[in-house]
């Protein structure tokens, strides 16, 4: 297949993202792929994962002044070389459109209908408590300590902004979400026929950097609880502060010490995250963003990892990671978590019950075992960015036999 892909700010994890990962897999597969994206950090390779020749990578011209605008707009210059690469080398042009991200729903209707090809979209995740028929200070109901609230006319712009995206549906070929939970909510919010929505498992775990840094050095397990989230207003709220307290409560002298890592997170929310941390947590650090190597090295060395995300619609894409590290993950018993990773290896508790969070976390450190061979593998094969990426595979396939 000959593929335009459109991916939107694709930077936000490590120096390369998942989605970025999943498009190497896809090119690796032999489908030629001209990959276009507006941040130019969102194809830096990892020694690991060398570029194939079938996958070029192009940057809007308007970088991040395409996310500020529904429906969104190419820059005059990007339009003359899309329809350059359509017919370059005598090709007779992209099989079809596919887009990463929300962000490219406008984009891609656009092309489609300029191109006269299928339109594929990924929508990971919908927002159902902005969707919902409350008001923004709902979403912070379950906050135990107090948040700013989102300003009613924020709120009201992404919702009207989700309103856009599924008025263009009807445009659009084929749907492929990463969780039943997440088509679900698309098909209650938007209306759309069942039918066209398919489910592509998110792939988190990049398994070829992650074997690549494990083999290159090892790595002793240490006292600590690792939080490596990015929950703002998008996400809900993040309560990993109120669970090390309680952790440090229950273990006294023997507690461990708590490393938070940033994914992105808004400022606002780091300091008021490191205020909290200040005056609750005896041992405790921020690293700030880090490297895709230095987070796995964090994994390794940690003998628990904390999720706290309670939306349903996503499942978190570092329990995988933990898994594959051996490191014992703590979340909630959601739908989502349950589908994201079925077996054992995450220890799952009741919703917002944080003392038995604490309690799980507790029981971890003092009886520590990395979790079992056999759940790293299915990770590896269910969960990763390469099985993703044959399923997103398989899914633009059935669209073309159409």
Same mark, same amino acid.
């Given at each position: 297949m000959r593929i335009l892909l459109l991916g939107m700010y694709a930077n936000a994890e490590g120096e390369l993202s998942y989605e970025a990962r999943m498009v190497h897999h896809l090119a690796q597969m032999g489908n030629e792929i001209d990959y276009w994206t507006d941040s130019p950090l969102s194809y830096m390779m990892e020694p690991v994962l060398k570029q194939p020749p079938t996958l070029r990578s192009f940057v809007f011209k308007e970088g991040k002044n395409a996310l500020a605008k529904t429906p969104r707009q190419f820059h005059p210059l990007d339009v003359k070389r899309i329809m350059k690469e359509h017919t370059h080398h005598e090709n007779p042009g992209y099989d079809l459109i596919f887009t990463t991200s929300q962000t490219g729903i406008d984009m891609g209707v656009w092309l489609k209908q300029v191109l006269d090809i299928p339109l594929v979209v990924q929508i990971l995740d919908v927002p159902h408590?902005? !969707?919902?028929?409350? *008001?923004?200070?709902?979403?912070?109901? $379950?906050?135990?300590?107090? =948040?700013? !609230? =989102?300003?009613? %006319? !924020?709120?009201?712009?992404?919702?009207?902004?989700?309103?856009?995206?599924?008025?263009?549906?009807?445009? &659009?070929?084929?749907?492929?979400?990463?969780?039943?939970?997440?088509?679900?909510? &698309?098909?209650?919010?938007? *209306?759309?026929?069942?039918?066209?929505?398919?489910?592509?498992?998110?792939?988190?775990?990049?398994?070829?950097?992650?074997?690549?840094?494990?083999? $290159?050095?090892?790595? %002793?397990?240490?006292? $600590?609880?690792?939080?490596?989230?990015?929950?703002?207003?998008?996400?809900?709220?993040d309560q990993s502060v109120l669970v090390c307290k309680l952790i440090q409560d229950m273990m006294g002298d023997s507690a461990p010490e708590f490393v938070f890592t940033s994914r992105g997170n808004q400022a606002w929310y780091e300091n008021l995250v490191k205020d909290f941390a200040k005056a609750y947590l005896k041992k405790h650090r921020f690293t700030g963003w880090v490297d895709n190597p230095t987070k796995?090295? !964090?994994?390794?060395?940690?003998?628990?990892? =904390?999720?706290?995300?309670?939306?349903?619609?996503?499942?978190?894409?570092? &329990?995988?990671?933990?898994?594959?590290c051996g490191t014992q993950m703590i979340g909630w018993d959601t739908p989502s978590k349950k589908e994201v990773h079925p077996g054992g290896g995450f220890t799952r508790v009741p919703l917002n019950d944080y003392e038995a969070m604490a309690r799980a976390a507790v029981h971890h450190l003092q009886n520590f075992e990395e979790t079992k061979p056999e759940e790293r593998e299915w990770v590896a094969k269910y969960r990763s960015n390469k099985s993703h990426a044959e399923s997103i595979h398989g899914i633009l396939e059935g669209v073309l036999r159409r």
């Open positions: 408590w902005r !969707l919902n028929d409350f *008001g923004p200070q709902e979403i912070y109901k $379950q906050a135990v300590v107090p =948040l700013p !609230l =989102l300003p009613t %006319e !924020l709120f009201n712009g992404y919702r009207g902004e989700w309103q856009w995206w599924f008025s263009n549906f009807d445009k &659009i070929d084929r749907i492929t979400t990463i969780l039943e939970e997440a088509k679900n909510y &698309i098909v209650q919010f938007s *209306g759309v026929d069942p039918s066209k929505v398919s489910i592509s498992h998110h792939g988190s775990v990049d398994t070829d950097s992650f074997d690549y840094f494990i083999k $290159q050095r090892k790595v %002793e397990r240490k006292n $600590q609880v690792l939080v490596v989230e990015r929950i703002d207003f998008h996400k809900g709220v796995i090295g !964090l994994i390794r060395e940690s003998k628990v990892m =904390l999720v706290n995300e309670w939306p349903n619609g996503f499942g978190s894409c570092t &329990i995988g990671e933990a898994v594959y």
